[in-house]
């Protein structure tokens, strides 16, 4: 029944850490997936979590395996909302919130529901964008077509390009997805001055911005400040817009599956109708989300004190990861490699497009055994005091060919 399928490659991720695991060189170093470590190169449960654990674990609810509703725990998803629109926002009766399987749930979720009740004639992605939006809308039967975004001669936000490409090419209700903060694969992200270009040319063009927020708190640290462009294009009139928005990063609770979909329609009345879609939705695909991660984050989103604290734990995870750009860079300054080096400064979050070619990629794949994406993506966070300078010197040697 199923010989004559098409082969379909493993996701680039997951054949890079095949490969990784296979090698058997004493001296190796990964820097693939988006996923914080720490100092030492081990993965990190922030204290804040620890502390919510110890919490929530002491509560003993008798209750705590059951069900949530359809739309998840509502504790959650509010707070959630809050943090990511900002707890003054006066259109929140007109906010559709509903927790999801992370990011990715929320993503899927919400081009689900966006595909069937916008019928776009395409999504509209960044060129580059994360490898998984491509699929989620495939999977959904929509077109996929792709927006300029990266100039890879400057290394640069191709913002000329992106605004020409929205302005001549989409159609009225086409879908437009944007990264909250924080881009990736990039690292690199609009000014606040072209996010309000790119929120005109939606309104103008008709298209329906769609918000992916997986970063918040990892470009700046200020978890204000990571959502502002979202809060901007929420803040217009007559603005409708969705977002995806995530815990893995921001909590580290990657596994737990922690996230939301918020819709902002025009009116509660509209926002009504619009909850009972997504509802549908959810109900065919996981029934409910998963509970204890939601339990998690709520614990933290809502206390207070375990707030401050997760502040710094954003602010420890931020500041690694621009101390190892810092350190990267320095390495291949000192170490005389050919190219300008700037841009792993400048980019923020968790990735840095090296601008790499994919044949200096294999290069530091075969001879340092250092394994990157072949789009030259590295994850930031897998460098460490203990590695960097080993890698900048597999870099330089590729570089040098
Ligand atoms: N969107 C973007 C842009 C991402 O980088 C990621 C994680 N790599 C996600 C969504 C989804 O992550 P998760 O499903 O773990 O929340």
């Given amino acids: 029944l199923f010989s004559e399928l098409s082969d379909i490659p493993l996701d680039s991720h997951y054949a890079l850490k ?60 509010t707070a959630a909302r809050d943090l990511l629109f900002g707890r003054v926002d006066t259109k929140v009766e007109s906010i559709v919130s509903v927790q999801a399987v ?21 999504v509209w992605l960044s060129n580059p964008s994360w490898v998984n939006h491509a699929n989620i809308w495939s999977l959904v039967g929509v077109e996929v077509k792709y927006y300029p975004y990266w100039d890879a001669e400057k290394r640069l936000l191709d913002f000329e390009n992106m605004i020409k490409t929205l302005e001549s090419h989409t159609k009225p209700g086409d879908v437009i997805v944007l990264h909250g903060c924080a881009h990736n694969p990039t690292g690199v992200d609009p000014t606040k001055d072209q996010w309000k270009t790119i929120a005109d040319v939606c309104q103008r063009r008709g298209l329906f911005p769609f918000f992916d927020n997986a970063y918040q708190g990892f470009a700046s640290g200020d978890l204000d400040e990571d959502a502002w462009a979202l809060r901007h294009f929420a803040g217009r009139e007559n603005m409708e817009l969705a977002a995806a928005q995530s815990f893995s990063k921001n909590m580290g609770l990657y596994g737990e599956r922690v996230g939301a979909l918020h819709i902002l329609t025009a009116s509660p009345d509209a926002a009504s109708k619009v909850k009972g879609h997504v509802l549908r939705i959810q109900r065919g695909q996981v029934s409910q989300p998963p509970r204890r991660g939601a339990t998690l984050a709520t614990t933290i989103l809502t206390n207070g004190k375990l707030f401050q604290k997760w502040l710094l734990d954003l602010r420890e995870m931020s500041s690694r990861i621009k101390d190892m750009r810092k350190a990267l860079h320095d390495e291949l300054v000192a170490l005389g490699t050919p190219g300008d080096w700037g841009h792993i400064l400048t980019q923020i979050g968790m990735f840095s497009y090296t601008g790499l070619s994919p044949a200096q990629v294999e290069h530091l ?37």
Avoid: C
């Avoid at 992370?102 to 019928?119: C, D, H, M, P, Q």
């Fill in 18 to 77: 095949e490969e990784f695991s296979a090698d058997p060189a004493p001296k190796k170093v990964i820097l693939g997936s988006g996923i914080y470590r720490d100092g030492n190169g081990m993965p990190w449960v922030l204290p804040t979590v620890k502390e919510a654990e110890d919490i929530v674990d002491n509560i003993g609810d008798p209750g705590r395996y059951d069900y949530l509703q359809i739309a998840g725990s509502a504790a959650f998803y």
């Fill in 102 to 122: 992370s990011g990715t749930g929320a993503n899927s979720l919400g081009a689900r529901f966006l595909s069937e009740s916008l019928k776009p004639s395409a």
């Fill in 365 to 401: 794949r075969s001879e340092g055994h250092v394994y990157i994406l072949a789009s030259g993506r590295i994850s930031v966070p897998g460098l460490n005091p203990g590695n960097v300078k080993y890698v900048a010197a597999a870099i330089d040697k590729a570089v040098r060919g």
